[in-house]
């Protein structure tokens, strides 16, 4: 059984911030779609219980594309994406790993995801929590 902790982080500006349960070594997903590669998103999956939003929900924007199914959530003000709603997990939450900065990670292993192919990866028409 992996030991959890709260790890904190949030946006560039400091409006946005949050806490995520999970555990200290993480296993990112380092997704190739148009939009997360663009971005140099590294994706933390958790269930939404695991994650608490403790400011700047009145900076937060919403975009969306393609199948209108992800929220990505990004600060207003400063632009930096530190959470968001994913396709894959509609019912969870992606923390980017990137903007975690508690120092609370003893160790970040950054696994491929193949988003490009989406319908590929998940073909279930979504993925599982580990
Ligand atoms: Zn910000």
């Known amino acids: 059984m992996t030991t959890l902790i709260t790890h904190s982080g949030g946006c560039h500006c400091g409006r946005v911030r949050f806490e995520v349960v999970a555990p200290k070594r993480l296993t ?5 779609c148009s939009m997360c590669s663009k971005a140099g998103y590294l ?7 695991r994650f608490k939003l403790l400011s700047g929900s009145e900076a937060l924007s919403t ?7 992800a ?6 003000v400063c632009g930096v994406k530190s959470f968001y ?25 950054v ?3 193949n ?3 989406w319908e590929a990866q998940f073909p279930q028409g979504r993925g599982t929590y580990t």
């Open 85 to 109: 709603v994913p396709r894959s997990h509609p019912d969870g939450i992606s923390v980017n790993a990137r903007c975690i900065d508690s120092q609370t990670i003893e160790e970040l292993t």
């Open 111 to 113: 696994m491929p995801l």
């Open 43 to 49: 994706h933390l999956i958790v269930t939404a219980d």
């Open 71 to 76: 929220r990505h959530l990004f600060c207003s």
């Open 28 to 32: 990112v997903s380092d997704c190739n």
């Open 115 to 117: 988003g490009r192919e």
């Open 63 to 69: 975009y969306t594309f393609n199948t209108n199914t």
